[in-house]
């Protein structure tokens, strides 16, 4: 089992940037694609963006396409999703998550179940 833990959320300007750090720990966890997810008041969790294993692969859905970045240490096993020009729609509470057989792609599923971390928010000043 892995653990997630995400850091960097907060007060961010409207078309401001921001980036937001996932620390993954445990057993072969650099073996694992990652994904990034976003829940705001209201709203049914969304997938965000994804990184594979090696960090090859990525995706973002549409709604943050050319704004968010996502990129990976392997060394240190972090993930980061970087962000900018922000909107009023990125206000949410951001997580990382993954399991086992995890696969990025373009759709950047929801995982069923696996490991999560507490999230952290992120909210756009307008």
């Known amino acids: 089992q892995l653990q997630l833990v995400e850091s960097g959320g907060g007060l961010v300007n409207l078309w401001g940037s921001l980036s937001l750090s996932c620390v993954i720990s445990?057993?072969?966890?650099?073996?694992?694609?990652i994904g990034w997810f976003r829940q705001a008041p209201g709203k049914e969790r969304e997938g965000v963006s994804c990184?594979?294993?090696?960090?090859?692969?990525?995706h973002v859905t549409d709604s943050a396409k050319g704004r968010f970045t996502v990129s990976r240490d392997r060394d240190r096993n972090i993930v980061y999703l970087q962000m900018s020009m922000v909107k009023p729609d990125d206000t949410a509470r951001y997580y990382c998550?993954?399991?086992?057989?995890?696969?990025?792609?373009?759709?950047?599923?929801?995982?069923?179940?696996?490991?999560w971390g507490p999230g952290t928010q992120v909210t756009v000043s307008s």
């Open positions: 998550a993954t399991e086992r057989g995890y696969v990025c792609s373009e759709s950047v599923r929801i995982p069923d179940g696996g490991s």
């Open positions: 445990g057993n072969r966890a650099h073996e694992y694609a």
């Open positions: 990184i594979s294993s090696g960090g090859f692969t990525t």
